[in-house]
């Protein structure tokens, strides 16, 4: 079955903190997405990767294709990073439509 | 710009009624997505069309309708066969292709009266 889970739910930091979001998934994928979405409801793709590393600005995503896991970093988090972090994998077995994982959501405190 | 439009923001439907909620882009996008946000749960996938007058149900595509008559639009109509209609939808678009990043629009709203 293809799923997708986040870890943590919920999570708060002081503004300056390193921040780690995790997501794992069941089977083989093509591409892994990180969406952020503002209280507001819009989205905005953060980044997608199917390998290593990628990097935008105090931004950091890893994906580990053998452990099936990646990591989205915030490097000196700051309260406008208070958001909705949400991962979603495009499956092997199915590369019509990803599928998304519940989110992980930050609250960055001054 | 280039980008999505949703509207309405914010939705309100009663009873029996069916509702339609608009979705726009001038990315000159092929793929149009409409997804079902719940409090707790992923996206959900209910329509996706990939080309003009052709469109695939998504995993809860019971209850709702779609039209693909123009490469722009991608409307959304909730009908009253939908029992529990209230969530937040999201509308996206996408170069066909995969491992193309899919662009979000704001969201609608949707409320029972």
């Known amino acids: 079955k293809n799923e997708v889970e986040q870890s943590p739910q919920n999570l708060t930091a002081q503004e300056g903190e390193f921040i780690t979001i995790n997501c794992s998934y069941s089977v083989g994928i093509s591409a892994l997405h990180w969406l952020q979405q503002h209280p507001g409801g819009g989205i905005v793709s953060l980044f997608m990767?199917?390998?290593g590393k990628k990097k935008h600005g105090r931004l950091i995503a890893t994906i580990n294709i053998q452990e099936k896991h990646s990591s989205l970093h915030i490097t000196a988090s700051h309260p406008r990073d208070s958001a909705v972090y949400i991962c979603a994998a495009l499956f092997l077995t199915n590369t019509d439509k990803l599928i998304f994982g519940t989110g992980t959501r930050l609250q960055v405190f001054p | 710009d280039g980008g999505i439009t949703q509207s309405p923001k914010y939705l309100f439907r009663k009873e029996g009624q069916n509702v339609t909620l608009s979705c726009e882009q001038n990315?000159?996008?092929?793929?149009m997505y409409w997804y079902r946000q719940d409090p707790g749960q992923g996206l959900r996938l209910i329509y996706y069309s990939q080309i003009v007058n052709d469109f695939q149900k998504g995993d809860i595509a019971e209850g709702y309708s779609v039209s693909r008559e123009k490469k722009e639009s991608f409307p959304l109509t909730v009908t009253s066969a939908q029992k529990n209609p209230t969530a937040f939808y999201l509308c996206a678009s996408s170069i066909i292709g995969r491992d193309q990043p899919q662009h979000f629009g704001d969201g609608t709203r949707l409320s029972i009266l």
């Open positions: 990767l199917s390998s």
């Open positions: 990315l000159n996008h092929d793929a």
